[in-house]
């Protein structure tokens, strides 16, 4: 089997470092260093500057306990100084990562081509970025990253969980620190609605809390051996105390102490009680309740915490489940992510888009077809017979049209990502992140042939050059693909899934598309109607009529909520009514396109940048996960 059929995926955390292979016939296998099935990611800095990990930073600390670095995994830039030694922070984060890709490779036989790198749900793009980098400099080739409670659902429905599609479940995920997410299982994959994070809500505080017990608070570090030292001896006896009611602490210099069941269970309680209020509050952020989830799981290394599953049944209503190797679930998760097998018959699965989807594709495609079709025929020639020949022609309509045949484009383009990658050979498209980027990326394209095509065609209908007419359907749409690409990107690098999903986020805004469509339809029949004396004033109301719906449809995209339409809307659309005229249809267009430019705009800071579920102070997710 060769190395391009394995897949890799690495969970590091703050205590420990997980590589899980995952092969083509469907089994995995726990990578092994120094004999145990984890690498510490603890490591060493020696004096010329090279970076140890495992045992071997383990043994050279207790000579130089001062070299030692207990959480590589910090997003830094910069140098560090670790007694002396200068040494880069993306270096230190790279050197468990490099381990594991040795290991691996020596397992495989080769340099493993699909590598995929489990991150906290909470994470945005820079931390993301950030361990792009890290993984680059660790001699990986670009990874796959993968949330840790997608990856733990994408595993428990792999293994027999029964979570079907519309259901939520949540991920509460106890490390050094602890992040509790839900998700919702869509039907390509899981999508994030909440995620809420405290880095004190985890294993090292228990470790701290349970440390101070036993050494009444005093420096228990010993002659020339560092503080981690005791925190190890402490972690280690907390890990016992799960199975065992009492284990015996040895402190370097100092007496042997035994710790026993109810001295922890003394020092996780404030910690269980956290995490069992970040559970609660996570489920309401996601507007649900204890009915709606199909149930609570804890993963991580302190998953195992004496009464967490009691503090966290208390607050929901739901007894959580512990996994079977809670700190082993994500890495599997994620070597499955995504994965298309080579026989599979049925690769992708093409979605039909329900009636809602639907109508938001239909409507701004009829309407860019309308007006295209009214601005043709409504078209004014002039001079036919003589030498000076011109066509009045709506220009704003023109615009306009381009702007929504580009919407109907965007709003399927989750239908046309699926089109593509159901014929594509590459594996990468098949994720969901691939289908909605080139979706996504296809829509523009095809959005903007539309537009020219537009040009073209009025070019040669009327016999005219068609470079004016290319500029008013080309440049209006640029802010909005400019901001459709960097969607695009989002969903590549798969930052982060939107509340709703992606067909939501990419769903034209319908009702100002309607109220936009019927007002440029009006004003142009009021500019080319028959203005005979007994229908005068009709036409002419129409035309303000029009102006009005122009600008509603304006505000429409501007603002979302109810109040601040009704604020913004009269003024605006008394403006667009008093300016109606020939001239002024381009500039009523071109205030439009913007207006739809900054709806996607703020679509993207709302939903991807900066979700407005995630703004809870605890938030701030800790780099390392246990």
């Not at 869509?186 to 809500?201: N, Y």
């Amino acid at each position: 089997m060769g190395a391009a059929e394995v897949r890799l995926s690495i969970d590091c955390g703050g205590a420990t470092t997980v590589g899980v292979l995952a092969w083509a016939d469907g089994g995995a296998s726990v990578l092994s260093f120094d004999g145990v099935p984890f690498l510490p990611s603890a490591l060493y800095v020696a004096a010329d500057g090279r970076v140890w990990t495992g045992q071997r930073a383990w043994q050279a600390a207790e000579e130089q306990p001062s070299r030692l670095i207990p959480s590589p995994r910090r997003p830094a830039d910069g140098e560090l100084v670790v007694d002396g030694t200068r040494v880069e922070a993306v270096e230190l984060a790279a050197a468990p990562l490099r381990r594991v890709a040795a290991e691996a490779e020596r397992v495989v036989g080769g340099p493993v081509r699909d590598v995929r790198l489990v991150v906290p749900a909470g994470w945005g793009p820079r931390r993301r970025t950030w361990m792009r980098q890290v993984a680059h400099r660790a001699g990986l080739v670009q990874p796959r990253l993968v949330e840790v409670p997608v990856a733990v659902a994408e595993q428990l429905a792999g293994t027999g969980v029964r979570l079907p599609v519309g259901s939520s479940v949540v991920v509460v995920d106890v490390g050094a620190g602890a992040e509790v997410t839900v998700l919702r299982r869509g039907p390509v994959g899981f999508e994030v609605l909440a995620t809420l994070a405290d880095p004190a809500a985890g294993g090292a505080s228990v470790d701290a809390a349970l440390a101070a017990v036993l050494t009444d608070g005093q420096d228990a570090s010993g002659d020339g051996v560092g503080p981690w030292a005791a925190v190890e001896c402490v972690r280690v006896a907390k890990e016992a105390l799960v199975s065992y009611s009492a284990v015996t602490v040895l402190f370097a210099g100092q007496a042997p102490v035994v710790a026993n069941r109810a001295m922890l269970d003394e020092a996780a309680r404030p910690v269980v009680r956290r995490v069992a209020d970040l559970a609660q509050e996570c489920i309401a952020a996601a507007e649900l309740s204890a009915g709606d989830l199909a149930g609570i799981f804890c993963v991580g290394g302190s998953a195992r915490l004496p009464q967490l599953d009691a503090a966290i049944a208390e607050r929901t209503g739901i007894t959580p489940t512990v996994v079977a190797e809670p700190q082993l679930v994500a890495a599997f998760g994620a070597a499955e992510a995504g994965f298309v097998s080579p026989g599979a018959t049925a690769a992708v699965v093409v979605p039909v888009p329900p009636v809602r989807r639907a109508i938001g594709i239909a409507v701004p495609g009829f309407a860019s077809l309308a007006l295209i079709w009214q601005c043709i025929v409504t078209a004014e020639r002039n001079n036919i017979f003589l030498g000076v020949y011109w066509v009045e022609f709506n220009l704003g309509g023109l615009a306009m049209a381009a702007v929504f045949a580009l919407l109907a484009c965007l709003a399927a383009g989750t239908v046309l990502g699926s089109l593509i990658a159901a014929r594509s050979p590459t594996p990468d498209v098949r994720t969901e992140g691939g289908k909605v980027s080139i979706g996504i990326l296809a829509a523009v394209s095809v959005g903007a042939a539309i537009a020219g095509l537009y040009a073209v065609v009025i070019s040669q209908y009327f016999a005219v050059p068609v470079g004016g007419y290319l500029r008013w359907v080309l440049w209006p749409i640029v802010p909005i693909a400019v901001m459709a690409m960097v969607m695009a990107v989002v969903a590549a690098r798969q930052w982060r899934t939107p509340h709703g999903g992606w067909s939501t986020l990419l769903a034209a805004p319908t009702g100002s598309v309607v109220a936009a469509a019927l007002g440029m339809g009006l004003i142009q029949y009021s500019l080319t109607a028959p203005r005979w004396p007994h229908v005068l004033v009709w036409v002419d109301l129409a035309g303000r009529v029009g102006g009005l719906l122009l600008g509603v449809g304006i505000v429409m995209a501007l603002v979302t909520p109810l109040m601040f339409r009704l604020i913004l809307a009269a003024p605006v659309a008394v403006i667009g009514a008093a300016i109606v005229n020939r001239q002024s249809t381009g500039i009523l267009a071109v205030c439009y396109a913007v207006a739809v430019a900054v709806w996607w705009a703020s679509r993207v800071w709302t939903h991807i940048v900066h979700p407005p579920v995630a703004t809870a102070g605890s938030r701030r997710s800790p780099p390392g996960g246990g």
